[in-house]
């Protein structure tokens, strides 16, 4: 079964940086695009940035310039590199990606866990 793992969240001060790691595993033929969302309490879940396999990238408005979204293709692992953090990105954050497998057969997007972001002020 295809499975997403996220590793890297924790406690940061505003200002600092943290680096979350996304690996996929499985029987994997091919991923489209990886991306990471998030989720702060009382609101709803958002895009953080996106990568898709040729490496162009998008970012929401208030993480561009801050925080640097890439991908190794070859060990199906996103990253999601964050600096000049502030209070207001905390929140759990989400890997996701849209996944070709043979276990279970055809395309569809998946999710990790879930890792938790708290920056303090």
């Known amino acids: 079964q295809v499975q997403l793992v996220e590793s890297g969240g924790g406690l940061v001060q505003a200002g600092g940086s943290l680096r979350l790691s996304c690996a996929a595993s499985?029987?994997?033929?091919?991923?489209?695009?990886m991306g990471w969302f998030r989720q702060a309490p009382g609101k709803q879940r958002e895009l953080v940035a996106r990568?898709?396999?040729?490496?162009?990238?998008n970012y929401a408005d208030s993480v561009k310039g801050r925080f640097t979204i890439s991908r190794n293709n070859a060990n199906n692992t996103v990253y999601l590199q964050m600096d000049s953090v502030k209070p207001e990105d905390t929140a759990v954050y989400y890997c996701?990606?849209?996944?070709?497998?043979?276990?279970?057969?055809?395309?569809?997007?998946?999710w990790g866990q879930g890792t938790q972001v708290t920056v303090s002020s």
């Open positions: 499985g029987t994997i033929f091919s991923i489209s695009s």
């Open positions: 996701a990606a849209d996944i070709f497998s043979a276990r279970p057969v055809g395309s569809r997007a998946y």
């Open positions: 990568i898709i396999s040729d490496g162009r990238t």
